[in-house]
């Protein structure tokens, strides 16, 4: 068996952040789950089904990236699926607080999961999802943030 990880996260919507993140993590890993999971502090705008459609068509050239979605705690996902690895994008010293809270709370669940961080690209550091449909809620030029099917999705929800 190779080795497994699961890259978490919220994805409302994916970004090329979030796609540069898994890209690279697919060549380090043999088999990447990206699933969607629940952000309790977070009112997503896409349901988990629209999510998944998105991730699926921006990684259908991705070979090992499965994509997924799940209702409960993200080690009792990893453990479905055998991974023992985790993976998060880190952008900029701001996110690590918040980051090591997770990654401590997930190793007190499962110490047998371990996360590993893979540093943004610096061409997304400032890249987040709220800050995409904020710009593309004013209808601001979101094409170098988001694949052109995201783009298309963000267009669509907003003329709603
Ligand atoms: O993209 P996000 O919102 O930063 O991702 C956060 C996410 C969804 C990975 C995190 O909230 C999570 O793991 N949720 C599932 C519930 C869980 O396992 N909580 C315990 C760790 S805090």
Redesign the pocket.
């Known amino acids: 068996m190779g080795a497994i990880a699961v890259c ?4 409302d919507p994916i970004t090329y952040g979030h796609l540069d993140i898994i890209r690279r993590g697919a060549k380090v890993f043999d088999q990447i789950y990206v699933v969607v ?4 502090s ?1 009112q997503p705008l896409f349901s988990v089904d629209e999510r998944i459609k998105l991730i699926k068509e921006v990684t259908k050239d991705i070979p090992n990236v499965k994509v997924d979605s799940f209702q ?4 009792d996902y990893a453990k479905s699926v055998n991974a023992n690895a985790i993976i998060r994008g880190l952008r900029a010293v701001s996110d690590f607080e918040y980051e090591m ?2 990654t401590s ?2 190793r007190v ?1 499962n110490d047998e999961i371990e996360t590993f961080f893979i540093m943004t690209n610096n061409q997304y550091s400032f890249l987040s999802s709220s800050i995409v449909k904020e710009v593309a809620k004013y209808n601001g030029d979101i094409s170098e943030l988001v694949p052109a099917y995201v783009e298309e999705a963000l267009k669509d929800k907003f003329a709603k």
């Open positions: 978490p996260g919220s994805f999971l629940n952000n309790s977070k409960g705690l993200l080690v809270q997770i709370m997930n669940l």
